[in-house]
């Protein structure tokens, strides 16, 4: 099991900044992924930016690229998402997720933080 705790979301102004954290706990031996992930009222789960663990290689998904940039703290267990020039079509509940070894798919999940971007 992995726990994921996430914060770091709240109100901003558009073009303003954010920047989201994750803390994993638990069996994060295993853990081979971390990722964002949003979800905005009344729409599907959108992917955000992923790392992977060991190597540090990062995927961002073409909504987020250029504003978005995702890091990771190994000796800490987190992950990070800086957050800049927000529009507000970013506004959604965002959420943490880890892959472990032999998964095929994110498999834990953190609670979510919501992100409300005003214009």
């Known amino acids: 099991q992995v726990q994921l705790v996430e914060s770091g979301g709240g109100l901003v102004q558009a073009g303003g900044s954010l920047r989201l954290s994750c803390a994993a706990s638990?069996?994060?031996?295993?853990?081979?992924?971390m990722g964002w992930f949003r979800q905005a009222p009344g729409k599907e789960r959108e992917f955000v930016a992923s790392?992977?663990?060991?190597?540090?290689?990062?995927t961002h998904g073409d909504s987020v690229k250029g504003r978005c940039t995702i890091s990771r703290d190994s000796d800490r267990n987190t992950v990070s998402l800086q957050m800049n020039s927000l529009p507000p079509d970013a506004t959604a509940v965002y959420y943490c997720?880890?892959?472990?070894?032999?998964?095929?798919?994110?498999?834990?999940w953190g609670q979510g933080t919501p992100v409300t971007v005003s214009s």
């Open positions: 790392v992977r663990w060991k190597s540090g290689w990062t």
């Open positions: 997720a880890v892959r472990v070894f032999g998964a095929q798919a994110y498999d834990y």
């Open positions: 638990g069996r994060t031996f295993r853990m081979t992924d």
